[in-house]
């Protein structure tokens, strides 16, 4: 652990916050955290002993001298409270401030002085132009659903948790938001760990922190997956070509040219003995796990059906077994089931060893130890830590209970562990939407720069506007569950919609612009549970029901004098659009499509309610042509939009005019953009970004204004030893 006082200022980090001892504030993203003296006393400290207990004695002799009468139990729970407040922290699911039983408190998170001898600064070139993969893998999640929940959020699952021990971390990298590490893989000696961002590859040695770049050839832009034995060559993912597929490579820390062992392949592990490689193939919404030899020859496919979601298999330390995480869409369902299986290759048999409903996306097997990511409870239902559970190979049951091996913010993606078992990498991301809102120029030809308009560190997704176009309505989970609010560009706190303990999300305006409508879902995702539509006023009220059932994906409504709404509702195979009135329930089916992922589809309703456009997610299926389908609703006739130089679309929106629409689109250079699409197909990159994910844009009723919604966020690769 950091020493608190290491830089002489006075001044401690942990997670977004700032300790100034000197002028007793708190920070929190540079923005002082209003905190009284005594729970700032307490804060004090705890941080001037991270991992440690710090008794209810001790913390009386410092906040109260020994002639002080006062109710000690019920004064310490109030400034303990009053702290967890000011952290956004709680005693159920504590990140920072645990309760020991009768004995005291003690500080889990990480906590570093701010002197450049705690954190060695990556000295970082000029950046190349690179799409930010982290983000853009998040953002893949995120459309898969279609409302905003995470790859394995899905059916509840149990499992015991022992008490949290002391949390020691070290970060090995330190790179700004504006460079953000891709991966990081740990050699399985522990000596070096690669990892990449946009400026390059680099290696970099754990215990002194030098740090070198790995020369690749130009144009070979590579991210790390892991080690061969050997400790000389690592596995790595490379997307080139004119198809700009992931493939995967072998590159040598020595030198030398790049060798592909597959076309297609991403998340690979090597067996322990180095003769034969792991990996997963096919698109984000529908995978495959896959067997090759470590030359790439003779692969053979494993398992995976359409619908499969797989995620970091790993090798036993005998090479016997794989473990991985899968999930399974369920057609007309949102969310997946999540779980951990186990496949012995001499049989074939594959077993289920854990289930949870807050599976991360990452795996790894220690020895003897299962090590795996949750997801957090609210209110720290952004961030994700690192867990580990005893398993008896020859047997595949866990045993004892599990134990929480890092507490802290952020979210973790990779783990990477030694050969021995004794040191554990991980890459943890700050990654968070926002809402933003941007003028409209030159007959949408041209945008100001957007201003951020949501405040807060959540998740923040815009949906639609009011009829005045003065406010944005927006989905967020800044109070737990994801909520309805509605926020002016001038305002700094946004207004309250709907609440309570459902998720509510999608609010979109009725054709007269008096209610909306929006789904209704409880947290958990259970099969058996269906979905509600209901309406509310637009100025507030007890919200009534329109109708319910599975598998619902979207809705819209146009704008008087057309009075037509649309949902749309996935069936096996088939995405079935029908009417529906707010007031009466569900009208008739109006158009559908066949397709084998029909969850795929994005599509927007014009505002006059005669066209429907509709677009594959590109993201989701890498053999998508990014054509856009306008399907008119009057004749049924169809016609397509081709966009030639943008190969990959994200989501369509109808301009506020009906003549164009607007499309979040990225290049295979790296550049992610918001493009004005005309219907003679002619496209204008109206936004373009290297460093933000673009996601969507929502017009104004007046076409003035755009509520787009663009990610931003860190990461950086941290470490554990002896866990």
Not at 244 to 268: C, Y
Not at 377 to 392: A, E, K
Not at 397 to 405: I, K, M, P
């Amino acid at each position: 652990m950091a020493v608190m006082s290491s830089n002489g200022n006075g001044m401690i980090q942990f997670g977004l916050f700032e300790v100034d001892r000197r002028a007793g504030e708190l920070r929190r993203s540079g923005t002082r955290v209003k905190l009284q003296e005594q729970p700032f006393q307490i804060l004090s400290l705890l941080l001037e002993r991270p991992g440690e207990v710090v008794t209810r004695e001790e913390l009386q002799g410092r906040l109260w001298p020994a002639d002080t009468f006062v109710d000690f139990d019920h004064s310490l729970n109030a400034a303990v409270r009053r702290l967890r407040d000011a952290l956004g922290d709680s005693a159920e699911n504590p990140r920072f401030v645990e309760t020991v039983a009768r004995r005291g408190y003690r500080f889990l998170a990480p906590v570093h002085g701010l002197a450049p001898a705690v954190d060695a600064e990556i000295s970082v070139p000029r950046p190349h132009p690179a799409r930010r993969l982290w983000i853009a893998a998040a953002a893949g999640a995120l459309v898969l659903v279609g409302l905003s929940v995470g790859l394995f959020v899905g059916k509840r699952g149990s499992l015991p948790l022992a008490p949290t021990p002391p949390i020691t971390e070290r970060r090995l990298t330190a790179n700004p938001s504006t460079y953000p590490v891709r991966t990081g893989a740990l050699s399985g000696d522990g000596k070096y760990l690669a990892f990449s961002d946009d400026t390059g590859f680099y290696l970099r040695q754990v215990d002194t922190g030098e740090t070198h770049p790995l020369a690749l050839p130009e144009g070979f832009k590579a991210t790390p997956v892991c080690w061969l034995p050997d400790g000389s060559h690592l596995l790595v993912t490379s997307a080139v070509g004119p198809e700009r597929q992931s493939g995967l490579w072998q590159i040598s820390t020595i030198g030398g040219s790049p060798r592909k062992l597959s076309d297609d392949g991403r998340e690979a592990a090597v067996s322990p003995d180095g003769s034969q490689i792991v990996f997963l193939k096919g698109a984000a919404s529908s995978q495959e796990l896959w067997l090759m030899r470590a030359d790439g020859d003779q692969p053979r496919k494993l398992a995976g059906e359409l619908g499969d979601l797989f995620r970091s298999p790993v090798w036993s330390v005998d090479g016997k077994q794989i473990a991985f995480l899968r999930g399974v869409y369920h057609p007309g369902e949102y969310g997946v089931e999540p779980q951990i299986e186990i496949l012995d290759l001499a049989s074939n048999v594959r077993k289920v060893v854990m289930s949870h409903a807050r599976f991360g996306p990452a795996l790894a097997w220690t020895k003897d130890r299962l090590v795996y990511v949750l997801d957090e409870l609210p209110p720290s239902q952004n961030d994700s830590n690192v867990w580990s559970v005893r398993i008896d190979p020859r047997a595949q049951n866990l045993v004892g209970t599990a134990t929480r091996l890092t507490a802290g913010p952020g979210r973790v993606q990779y783990l990477s562990s030694t050969i021995d078992g004794r040191r554990l990498a991980y890459v943890k991301q700050g990654w968070q939407p926002d809402v933003y809102v941007a003028r409209i120029e030159s007959n949408g030809s041209k945008l100001r720069a957007p201003r951020l308009l949501t405040l807060d560190e959540r998740q923040d997704l815009p949906w639609a506007w009011t009829p005045d176009s003065k406010q944005v309505l927006f989905g967020s989970d800044r109070d737990g569950s994801f909520h309805i609010f509605r926020q002016s560009p001038g305002q700094t706190t946004p207004e309250l919609l709907v609440g309570g303990k459902e998720q509510s999300m999608l609010p979109r305006l009725t054709p007269d612009g008096k209610e909306i409508v929006f789904f209704q879902y409880w947290p958990g995702f259970e099969q058996a549970q269906s979905v509600r539509m209901l309406r509310i006023p637009l100025a507030g009220g007890p919200p009534e029901l329109v109708l319910e059932g599975h598998g619902f994906t979207n809705l819209q409504c146009a704008r008087l004098p057309s009075t037509l709404c649309l949902y749309s509702q996935v069936d096996q195979k088939r995405l079935v659009f029908f009417s529906f009135d707010p007031r009466r329930g569900k009208g008739q089916e109006v158009a559908h499509i066949d397709d084998d992922l029909p969850y795929a589809f994005n599509w927007s309703l014009s505002p006059d309610g005669s066209t429907l456009a509709l677009a594959k997610a590109s993201k989701l299926d890498l053999s998508v042509v990014p054509d856009i389908r306008l399907l008119s609703l009057r004749d049924h006739s169809e016609r397509t939009i081709r966009l030639k130089e943008w190969p990959k679309v994200s989501s369509i929106d109808w301009a506020a005019d009906g003549r164009s629409l607007w499309v979040s689109s990225s290049t295979n250079t790296g550049t992610n953009a918001l493009l004005n699409v005309d219907l003679q197909g002619r496209a204008r990159p109206v936004w373009e970004q290297t460093k933000m994910e673009v996601g969507w844009a929502i017009p104004s009723p007046d076409g003035r204004y755009l509520a787009l919604w663009q990610a931003s966020g860190d990461s950086n690769v941290w470490m554990i030893e002896n866990f």
